[in-house]
């Protein structure tokens, strides 16, 4: 059985920092990229993150370029997703996806149900 769980999400204020963690069991990291996605309140899901750890491929959406770092533990079998100066409209609830090809982090439709996690709720004040 694959499944992908999501934890590390907090209300914080605007400017700090969180680090979420997306354990991973019935993958490696090596076997698919790896994206985080979040949506907020009435928008669509939208892909901000990706990593392929077998090419070292990543992808950062422009919202969160020089802010968010991607990174995977083998050991761990694990994502990370370091999210800092984080500001409100960084608010949605975050969500962990295998996907196929690193282009899939454009389409969230694209990704099987079974290769989401349940998400995590960040909440930034301001």
């Known amino acids: 059985e694959v499944q992908l769980v999501e934890s590390g999400g907090d209300l914080v204020q605007a400017g700090g920092s969180l680090r979420l963690t997306c354990a991973l069991s019935?993958?490696?990291?090596?076997?698919?990229?790896f994206g985080w996605f979040r949506q907020a309140p009435g928008k669509k899901r939208e892909g901000i993150s990706a990593?392929?750890?077998?090419?070292?491929?990543?992808y950062y959406a422009d919202s969160v370029k020089g802010r968010f770092t991607i990174s995977t533990d083998d050991a761990k079998n694990a994502v990370y997703l370091q999210m800092n100066s984080l500001k409100p409209e960084d608010t949605g609830v975050y969500y962990c996806?295998?996907?196929?090809?690193?282009?899939?982090?454009?389409?969230?439709?694209?990704?099987?149900?079974?290769?989401w996690g349940q998400g995590t709720q960040v909440t930034v004040s301001s």
């Open positions: 019935g993958f490696t990291t090596d076997s698919y990229a």
């Open positions: 996806a295998a996907l196929y090809n690193m282009a899939v982090i454009y389409t969230a439709s694209l990704i099987p149900p079974h290769h």
């Open positions: 990593i392929k750890s077998s090419d070292g491929s990543i």
